[in-house]
């Protein structure tokens, strides 16, 4: 399929189910090589939260033809650069490299999805380095605290509950048997997809694949979750004490999935409420009100339905109480409303521009490439998310706010100082 200019991208599929991507562009000096298998935390079982980034950590490690270290050592003297991500719904591994480097990844690649060494020592470590990485991220960071909480308090069946990092105490109880169960069951080509862009020769390419993957078998890989978390029916409110020296506070409403109709109209609606000096959030509660030091929302792209969530830190002596009000006025009046075509010609500028700039490098069009697959599973559905956002109208804007913004499913989560006394309510007949 076309990919705008003279490239073209083509999807291969091999015996044993291993997909490919191949975005061949000679203008580049570059290859990207990009690895994303349909594994994330929402794949875990209680009791085995985590698995999935450890796994991102793991496969750096040793493998029966290369020594600790060697992985990373082999890459950089190729002049490349490396690097891993895992969520919700995957887990993705990129290179960055020359174009002569590409029979090096290949190789890398098909190594460590059937070659990985997953005893005692190497568990041990890639625990305690995981561990010392919840508690800079999590426990000793209050966004990523209140965040861990918000999940788990708007979400009671579905395994979006559970943060990805995992929880403390299973991380410290995994064992080699419990990654080596993984393993087999989800680093399979059939439940893989490889992106290649850039330099290089696509025959070269495909008979590299087929001589380094081809042989490795596929797997009885576990269907994915099929939950549907229950309808919430009224909002779910709770209070943090934090190391912090202002208020703050975190909402998430109930928000489509990526693959929603409705996605688009969010993302553009976020666009208009947060995002940049002149959205209106920023404007009331920071400029106007100057209530609020720092102020952030998105939506989680998600296969799932998940959260749109804010964030929202105060400034000192300011109060929840005052910026929650503000808040709910501005989503009331988006709600009651429509957007004028000005306002929403200029989110609309925004986004393509975003859009457009995450596909600038080899780098960005394998990550959107690889990412459209997995979550939507079909890559082809980049190449629509452009005109959807063009297609957006002030009536979808609307609509969307009011399906989202329903305070009933609403969970909120309020973190004070720790220290601060709460106010007590007037008694009556006294002032406030």
Known sequence: MPFGGELTLRRYRFDNGLILLSLPDPSTPLVSYHTWF???SRNEQPGKTGLAHLFEHLMFGQTA???HGELDKRIESAGGETNAATWTDWTHYHTELPKDGL?????????????????APQVS????????????RVDDDVEGAVSERLYALAFKRHPYHHPTIGWMSDIEGFTPDDCRKFYRAYYAPNNATIVAAGNYDERKLLAMVQARYGAIPAAHVPPPPRVVEPEQ????VATMRAATPTEKIAIGYRAPAFGDPDYPALSLLNELLFVGRGARMFQRLVRKEQLAAELHAGI??????????????????KRVKSA???L???????CERRVSPIELERVKSRAELGFLMSLETVGGKAEQLGFYETVQGDAAQLFVRLAQFRAVTAEDVQRVAQRVFDDKQRTRIEVLPEGQRRRAKPKRGASA
């Open 103 to 119: 029979p090096l990844m290949v190789e890398i690649e098909a190594e460590r999805m059937q070659n990985l060494i997953l005893r």
């Open 324 to 326: 929650l009000r503000v």
């Open 125 to 136: 470590s890639e625990k305690e380095v995981v561990s010392n990485e919840r508690r800079f």
């Open 328 to 334: 709910e006025e501005e989503l009331a009046r988006v």
């Open 38 to 40: 349909r594994v994330g």
């Open 300 to 317: 989680a792209p998600f296969i799932d339905p998940g959260l749109y969530d804010i964030w929202v830190g105060l400034r000192p002596g």
């Open 65 to 67: 033809n290369l020594p």
């Open 233 to 236: 029916t009224r909002e779910r």
